[in-house]
Structure formats: C-alpha cells, structure tokens
C-alpha cells in the first residue's frame, strides 16, 4: 500500500516553517524600521527615528509607534512628532511594486517638540539638502525710528552726516583752483608785455630807416603788413580765450549760486532722516506688524516647500524645449504600461490625522489622495481641518486644494478661518524708545491664498477686540512716542489687513488698518511742532557752517576771474599796437 504522507517530509516542511514563521516575527519589524529610518533621513536630509514598529500580513498593514522628524535647522528639537501612525495596505498591488495605502490613520502629531539627544545630519553630495527656513527670502522690512527730537543735538548730528553743500562748494572750490592753473599755463603763450616790446622795436627798426627809393618805401610797408598781420592773429587769440574764460567763469558762478540754495535741501533731508515722516506717519500700521507678518509668511512658505515632494515630483531635465528623462547608469528605465485602472507607484487614499497642541487639544482633518503623480489619476490632493472649544482658541477650520494634476499649470487654495484667539504678550516693537506689546486680545484671523507656480497671491483679515496695549518705557519715551502710547492706550479694538504678492522668492507685503488714522490725527499737531523747532535749529547751524565755505569759495571765484583782467590788459597792448601802425602810416 502506497503512503500518501511522507511523515518526515512533512515534519521538515513544518519545521521550515515554523522557523521562518519565527524569524518573520522577530527580525521583520526591526528590518522594516530602520529601512524607514534610513532611507526617510536621506530623503528628508533630518533623522528620522521609530520607537517600534509592527507588520501584519492579514490584513495587511503597518503600525509605526514613536515616529520623530528631526528639525535640519535645530538638532535639539523635532520638527515633526508623531505618537501612532496605522497604515491599511493594498496587498495586492504590493505585487506590482506598488504602494498602495487605503487609509491611514496618524494621531498626536506634535510641531517643534523638545529632544534628548541631539541629532544634526550632513549632507552627502547627492542627496538633496532639506529646505532650510534660514535659506527663504522675505521682504525687509524699515525699523521703527522713534527718536526724541526735542532732545536732538544739531552738532552731534551732523558729525556723523555729510552736507550736500559743503560738499558742493568744496568740489567747486577744487575746480576753479584747477582751472586757474591751467588758464596761468595758457597765458605763457598769449600776447604779453615782453612780446609786446618785441613787436614796438621791430616797427621802429622799420620805420628808422630812410626810404629813399621807391622800391624801399614797398619793402618797408611789406614789412610793417607782416608784423600788423601778426599782431592780429594775436589779438585775436586773445579774444578767443576770454570768450572761453567768460564761460568758464559764467559756469563757476551758476554752480556756486546752485550750492547756495543746497543748504535748504539738508535741512530737508536731515530732518525726513531725524523725524517720523510723513509716509511713516500714515501706514505706522506698516511697521507695527510688518516684522511679524514677514515670519509668519516666512514660516509658512517653508511648510509648503517641505510637503511639496508630497505634491509633484522633481522635474526632469529639459534639451531643447523637451522634458527629458535621464535614466541613473546601469539601472535602465522603468517603462509604464498602459493599464485598465491606472494607479500611481505611491498613493495615500485618505489620511485620518489629529493634530495636539501644545495645550493637549486636538484638531481633527482627512486628507485625501496624497501622491507625487496627480496626474495619473486625474484628481488633485484635498484637505481640511477643524477643532472647536479649544484652549485659547473658539474654533479652527482650515480647507483647500492642491492641484497639481498639470505640474505647468499647478494651482492651490488654501483657506482657513480663526475665530476667538487669545493674543497674550505679542510683540509689536521692541524699539527701546517705543516698545510696544498687545497684553490681551480676542483675534478673528481669515486667510485666503492662491499658489499659481511660483507666484503667490494672499490676503490676512484680522478683527482684533478687547484689546490692551502697553508700553513699559513711557518715563523715557519722548514728546511724539509719548503720544503714540497715549492714542493706542485708548484703543479696544481695530481691524488691519495684510495683502502679499510676488513670488516666494521676491514677494511684497502691504498692511493697513484703521489704527494709522487714529494716530495720525493725534500725531499730527506734535509733530509738526517738534519738527518745526528742529528745523530752525538745522537751519541756523548748517547755514552758518555753509557761509565760511561760501566766502572762501567766492574769494576763490574773485581770484580766478584776475585772470579775465590780465586778458583784458593785453588785449589793450594789441589795440595800442595796432594804433600805433595808424599814426605811423
């Protein structure tokens, strides 16, 4: 009788079995760990750390515990931590080199949470270096210049400032010391007395003589016509190099009458430099929140670049207006297939994500179809958010959509809406001549952005209520910062706009609120009279620092225009010359 079992083949398969079955359970979730650990800290140029990890084959899953994201710019803190992430997989098309994850859910998700151990990456060459918040740009933003006019000093100020008219004068002055030497140099070969006496001795040699025959008298005249042609075309440079000394002359003298109203104009600069001007004046809102509007886009923009692998991959490379791939050496390419229902390499169908605050409220989001080829699938990522009755904060709700479907043609929304948040201790300025901070306020925040490309276009609304303003340097403060904490102590509410445009590299930003009005109704009358009082005081010292330089610069104009004498003295030689041939013939 045939033996349909062989018992000991049976017992070694069984035997295999069981041991493979016991490495899977003891070795695989160690390999898959640090397969994430590792290959998520090339990726992301910051370590990325698991606590535990555990694979089920029925129904496929993975549950990470523990997961940390180190934070590239500051190694003693996560950027990102999560306390339970569960992935449903699609086993199916794991077969097919696909990671396909039907939902997941990721709870406790903390931002910027403190770290034991620091954890600071370098780099290789080839691998991407994380987007660094300290590599974004932003728009610059002018300090707050709250300074005590009625204390200014003019003489301390204007050691340290260049006047525009001396300035001037001093250049003039170096110039017509200059062309006087060039005109001394110029007279050496015009007419002069000793020439002069030159030409007087020859007509007297010519005219001494006795013309007895008729052919001397011609030969004598001949004579006398050469030296009278001489003297001519002497008389005649002469003319031509006073006429260009009058120019030069005529140029001086405008250029000295330009510097002369200069003054005025440091006045002017001096004190738009030393005063709150007008511009400031009339968006002060401007200044108030630019700085922190300016980081708060700053931190935002680098968010959006950290998810954006999430959204599109890398381009590939272009030759001659074409997108082509280069395939890594010795790799080869992997060819797509058509297929009857498309799937991306990489899809998250939704995600189930709760976010805790640092106060241990939650807020709750889905997100769906998270993958870097939308436009495999035709649809594009979507999300929102939202939490209630929370520490601080009434409600929260954040929505929008990212579309990048047509990578040339990506389009994102994104709107989110606050409602009922606490303001505690927020810093305005920390100018030391007018710190100011909002103690207490209730903050209704609406912001809308579109992201066309790279160009950004997006608005902040926030309605402030219950508010309390302070500053704690009143004692020190001068007339006009004085004034400024007087009118803001009144205010308990306003409401301020932001709008930015541009691109994420070169983007502006505009603020108004209803703030600007207030305080300059209240600012006008002082200002002006501060600003009055160290006008005169500018005045009055740059004009009389400016006379000594005028009079020397005239002086030096009187110098020069001897010269124009000495022209005219040897013109005078020529013509009494040339009246002398007159009597003599």
């Not at 620091?118 to 932003?138: F, G, H, N, R």
């Not at 050496?188 to 010519?206: G, H, M, R, T, V």
């Not at 001489?230 to 250029?255: C, G, M, P, T, Y």
């Not at 004085?482 to 505009?510: C, E, H």
Request: aromatic content about 6%; glycine content about 4%.
């Amino acid at each position: 009788m045939k033996k349909w079992i062989r018992w000991q083949g049976l017992f070694a398969f069984l035997g295999i079995t069981v041991v493979i079955s016991i490495l899977w359970f003891l070795l695989v979730d160690g390999f898959i760990e640090r397969l994430i650990e590792e290959y998520g800290t090339k990726a992301l140029g910051a370590k990325v750390e698991i606590d535990e990890t555990d694979l089920s084959i029925l129904p496929s899953g993975l549950e990470i515990i523990g997961l940390q994201l180190t934070n590239p710019d500051k190694p003693m803190e996560n950027a990102v931590e999560i306390s339970r992430m569960n992935l449903s997989l699609d086993a199916m098309n794991l077969l097919r080199r696909k990671i396909i994850i039907d939902e997941m859910a990721v709870e406790g998700i903390q931002f910027n949470t403190p770290r034991k151990v620091s954890e600071a990456v370098v780099s290789e060459s080839d691998t991407s270096p994380a987007i660094s918040l300290k590599s974004s740009k932003k728009m610059k933003f002018s300090e707050i210049v709250m300074p005590d006019i009625e204390k200014l000093e003019v003489e301390e100020i204007l050691k340290n400032e260049e006047l525009e008219s001396i300035m001037m004068l001093e250049s003039i002055q170096h110039d017509i010391e200059a062309e006087k030497k060039r005109w001394e140099k110029q007279l050496d070969e015009l007419l002069d007395e000793k020439k002069y006496a030159e030409y007087k001795k020859q007509i007297e040699n010519i005219t001494s003589k006795k013309k007895i025959t008729f052919e001397g008298l011609l030969s004598s005249a001949g004579d006398i016509a050469d030296i009278q042609q001489e003297v001519q075309k002497d008389l005649d440079s002469i003319k031509q190099a006073r006429h260009e000394f009058e120019k030069s002359f005529s140029s001086f003298k405008n250029r000295i009458d330009l510097a002369s109203k200069a003054p005025m104009r440091d006045v002017e600069r001096l004190k738009q430099k030393y005063t709150l001007s007008p511009q400031n004046l009339s968006n002060f809102t401007q200044l108030l929140f630019g700085k922190n509007v300016s980081e708060w886009m700053e931190k935002a923009l680098y968010c959006y670049n950290k998810i954006q692998p999430c959204l599109e991959k890398k381009t590939a490379q272009k030759e001659k207006g074409k997108e082509v791939v280069k395939p890594i050496r010795g790799r080869g390419v992997n060819i797509r297939f058509k297929e009857y229902e498309p799937l991306p390499d990489f899809l998250i169908r939704q995600t189930k994500a709760e976010l805790q605050l640092k106060s241990g409220d939650i807020i709750k989001g889905l997100i769906n179809n998270i993958t870097p080829d939308q436009h495999i699938m035709g649809v594009p990522l979507t999300f929102e958010f939202s939490g209630n009755n929370m520490k601080g904060i009434k409600s929260v709700k954040i929505n929008g959509i990212f579309d990048h479907i047509k990578a040339a043609q990506s389009k994102d929304n994104i709107y989110s809406l606050i409602k009922g948040y606490d303001v505690d201790n927020l810093t305005l300025s920390d100018e030391s001549k007018l710190p100011l901070k909002i103690n207490k306020a209730s903050a209704d925040l609406e912001m809308t952005a579109i992201l066309k490309g790279d160009n950004i276009s997006a608005n902040i609304i926030a309605n402030l209520q219950s508010v309390k303003l302070s500053s704690n340097n009143k004692d020190q403060a001068g007339a006009i910062a004085n004034t400024i904490v007087s009118a803001l102590s009144d205010v308990s509410k306003f409401s301020a706009r932001a709008d930015i445009n541009g691109t994420f590299d070169d983007y502006k930003i505009n603020i108004t609120s209803d703030l600007d009005s207030i305080l300059k109704n209240s600012l006008e009358k002082v200002i002006h009279k501060e600003t009055e009082k160290l006008e005169n005081k500018l005045k009055n010292t740059i004009m009389a620092k400016v006379d000594d330089h005028l009079n020397q610069t005239n002086n030096s104009l009187r110098n020069f225009g001897i010269i124009k004498d000495e022209l005219n003295k040897r013109l005078n030689l020529g013509d009494m010359l040339l009246g002398d041939f007159k009597l003599r013939f």
